[in-house]
């Protein structure tokens, strides 16, 4: 089993910045990868950004990309996402994910990158962040 627990939401004025946390512990060495998705109010859950467990590679949905930054503390077994220049339309609960090596995520050959939130095995219990305008 893999636990993550998420840490640092919060309200902040749009183009301020947050940083979240996810926590990982457990079979860390199981992991191939963490991811961070969100939520919003009466939308599905959203692909934000995915980190390599051991290579460090990164990816990011266009949505973020250059305002976000993805990040790992390997000392810590901590996931971060840097969060700069937020707008309104980020406010979500942000939830951190775990994939183990060998997970199969629907429509594609390879995991890299799974962008679908069926291609993770664990999941933190979210942490809201809300952007005012």
């Known amino acids: 089993q893999v636990q993550l627990v998420e840490s640092g939401g919060g309200l902040v004025q749009a183009g301020g910045s947050l940083t979240l946390s996810c926590a990982v512990s457990?079979?860390?060495?199981?992991?191939?990868?963490v991811g961070w998705f969100r939520q919003a109010p009466g939308k599905e859950r959203e692909f934000v950004a995915l980190i390599s467990w051991t290579g460090g590679a990164t990816f990011y949905a266009d949505s973020v990309k250059g305002r976000f930054t993805i990040s790992k503390d390997n000392a810590k077994n901590t996931v971060y996402l840097q969060m700069n220049n937020l707008k309104p339309e980020d406010t979500a609960v942000y939830y951190c994910?775990?994939?183990?090596?060998?997970?199969?995520?629907?429509?594609?050959?390879?995991?890299?990158?799974?962008?679908?939130?069926?291609?993770?095995?664990?999941w933190g219990q979210g942490t809201q962040v809300t952007v005012s305008s």
């Open positions: 457990g079979r860390t060495f199981s992991v191939y990868g």
């Open positions: 994910a775990a994939a183990e090596a060998g997970t199969y995520c629907s429509g594609s050959d390879y995991w890299w990158p799974c962008l679908t939130d069926g291609g993770y095995d664990y």
